[in-house]
Each structure stands twice: as structure tokens, then as C-alpha cells.
């Protein structure tokens, strides 16, 4: 079904809760809790690559710290992304 909407002058649809624009609140709540996880994870991996937190096995290894790295990145990458995408 279809109404007008004289705000910008043309048809547009009606608004179906079930369609998947009305999914990017949650997509987006997702996408930070992924980011924050990530953060952490990262930063953990981090310390515990470069002999900051004692007590692993990860303890000390250059690996873990390049991809606590990695991760710390691609965490702030999800949280500095913006919260709503603009709609076309």
C-alpha cells in the first residue's frame, strides 16, 4: 500500500515493522556491543603479549600482541562507526 508523503513531494511506502530497515536499531546496538568485546579482547591480548599481564601462556609472545592489536583496531573501527546509517 502506498501513501503520500507531501513532506517530499512523491510515493513512498508504508512502514512495515517487519521490513529490514526497521533491523538497523539492533544491527547497530550489536555492532557496539562487537566493538566493546573486541576492545577488550584486544587490549588484553595486547598486555599479555608484551609480558603486561603475567600468568598464561600467551604471556610474553609477540603473536598475541599483534593480534591484540588487530583486534583493539578493528573493535574501534565498529565503535566509531556511525549510529545511524543514512537512509538513500
Not at 38 to 50: K, M, N
Not at 54 to 74: E, H, N, P, R
Amino acid at each position: 500500500m502506498h501513501k503520500f508523503d507531501s513532506c517530499r513531494g512523491h510515493y513512498c511506502q508504508s512502514v512495515n515493522p517487519r521490513t529490514p530497515g526497521a533491523r538497523t536499531g539492533s544491527v547497530t546496538v550489536v555492532r557496539r556491543i562487537l566493538g566493546a568485546v573486541l576492545v577488550l579482547t584486544g587490549a588484553v591480548w595486547i598486555g599479555q603479549g608484551l609480558d603486561l599481564i603475567q600468568g598464561s601462556s600467551m604471556t610474553g609472545s609477540t603473536f598475541w600482541a599483534v593480534m591484540g592489536a588487530l583486534c583493539l583496531v578493528a573493535g574501534l573501527g565498529l565503535l566509531s562507526w556511525p549510529w545511524r546509517q543514512q537512509q538513500a
